[in-house]
């Protein structure tokens, strides 16, 4: 039985200790927090502390951590023979170079503590300091999840970068949306069925292909009439620029 | 029986025919296009025209047409009897106003040729010139769709504009994120679970509630590696009006 160690009591580490729980090789033995005592919706956690520098003996410890937190936490395991993992998209593996075993353990998905998800279907990135390391954490991957990527700190950055375009984007339109559905008394649930096909297209034929409505069809007039219709500034310049950014991707006139 | 009189060979004419094809009380009895011969998508239509001015007698014609045609084929049905509807989400009803019976069946959706969609699901927002026309237009919507929603003009443009944002925008934010992946080797289908779960999130907890990513966060390291990466000045021009947009939303600072 590997002994995994926790660092962190956010949603990324919700969803970890969520998923170690379920394997079978692997078990949650301590949880390393701030506060005195375990936010409550960690249950079950055999062990817990705020005491960085006094680790139970364990064979894997996970920073899920602020991206900005990793490299001092990491020098308060500099005496640690365990393989150290940081679970950030965005930043490079060698924030952990002074330590003797280390790797990133980035998983794909969009966490919120409380919102359970089914982690086997979720892309983990993985990466490590040698050949040794990258077997044992491919190990753990591969129980946490079916789909399991080995990809460079570059390249984990490409692929953070498309999830903030894709997921935090799109979800802040939706953001937008909403609010403009409250504000004119619409049912935001009444755009259930349409977002649910734009996603489906968007995988099945290619979100360019999918792409519909007045600024593909190059329908001024429409485009127009909306523009003139939005009072709130910062959703005037968001309809506009990417009012623009259809236009010319389908090779019409900008506004 | 009532018959059904479709002008249009586009996206949503191919939808509706489709639709009304698979009604017990209602015939698909003519498609009326400008190509001299049907599209071959349309087949089993029993008689078609370009004959605007000499339909087959007719209940229902529904106009299947770019906003812009509108009004001007509605000038060439004035001697009609038939109960004509447009099917626009951003035009007014009133465009039809010197008929005697109209109204407009706009179905909220994206729609691609060829591409099949459970219109029983798709809400269908309606209005009608009278209570008599507005009985008739329900029974058909009623007939296609089992969410049917009647509204004014004004209601109708808000709704539409509703789905601008969260579809049309949200789809090109994927376009964009395709031809990322594309030139960085990342393979797109690698974000799909993501993008269900965002979805997901959004209607489960709402999407404000729902968002992550840095700029949520307001971790201003990893907007500005992340702008310093980007090298097209599209791409760079909506990353900043997005991130601002939701550190805005969130009470962060601009960058």
Redesign the interface.
């Known amino acids: 039985m590997h002994k995994i160690t926790l660092i962190g009591t956010g949603?990324i580490a919700w969803h970890m200790a969520r998923g170690i729980t379920a394997c079978a090789d692997f078990e949650l033995a301590e949880l390393v927090g701030r506060t005195k005592e375990p936010p409550p919706e960690f249950n079950e956690i055999p062990s817990y502390t705020t005491q960085l520098e006094r680790l139970r003996a364990t064979n894997i410890i996970i920073l899920a951590v602020?991206?900005?937190a990793i490299a001092s936490v990491a020098k308060l395991l500099k005496n640690t023979e365990a393989l150290v993992l940081h679970t950030s998209g965005?930043m490079p593996m060698s924030l952990l170079d002074q330590l003797p075993s280390y790797g990133v353990l980035y998983p794909?998905?969009?966490?919120?503590k409380g919102?359970p998800?089914d982690l086997k279907?979720?892309?983990l990135c993985i990466e490590a300091n040698n050949a040794d390391n990258l077997k044992k954490l491919s190990s753990l991957a591969l129980a946490l999840s079916q789909?399991v990527?080995q990809m460079d700190s570059k390249?984990r950055?490409?692929?953070h970068?498309?999830?903030?375009?894709?997921?935090?984007?799109?979800?802040?339109?939706?953001?937008?949306?909403?609010?403009?559905?409250e504000t004119?008394?619409?049912p935001?649930?009444?755009?259930?069925?349409?977002?649910?096909?734009?996603?489906n297209?968007?995988?099945?034929?290619?979100?360019?292909?999918?792409?519909?409505?007045?600024?593909?069809?190059g329908?001024f007039?429409?485009i127009k009439?909306?523009l003139a219709?939005i009072d709130d500034d910062?959703l005037q310049?968001?309809?506009t620029?990417?009012t623009n950014?259809?236009l010319?991707?389908y090779g019409k006139e900008k506004l």
Chains 1, 2 share one sequence.
């Not at 794909?108 to 919120?112: A, E, M």
């Open positions: 949603n602020a991206d900005g965005s794909l998905q969009t966490f919120t919102r998800v279907k979720v892309p789909d990527q390249k950055a490409d692929v970068f498309s999830a903030v375009l894709a997921n935090n984007f799109s979800n802040h339109l939706l953001a937008l949306t909403a609010e403009y559905c004119h008394d619409i935001f649930e009444l755009l259930k069925s349409l977002l649910r096909e734009t996603l297209k968007a995988f099945d034929i290619g979100p360019l292909q999918a792409q519909t409505g007045p600024a593909r069809r329908d007039n429409t009439k909306q219709a910062q310049q968001t309809y620029l990417l950014s259809i010319k991707t």
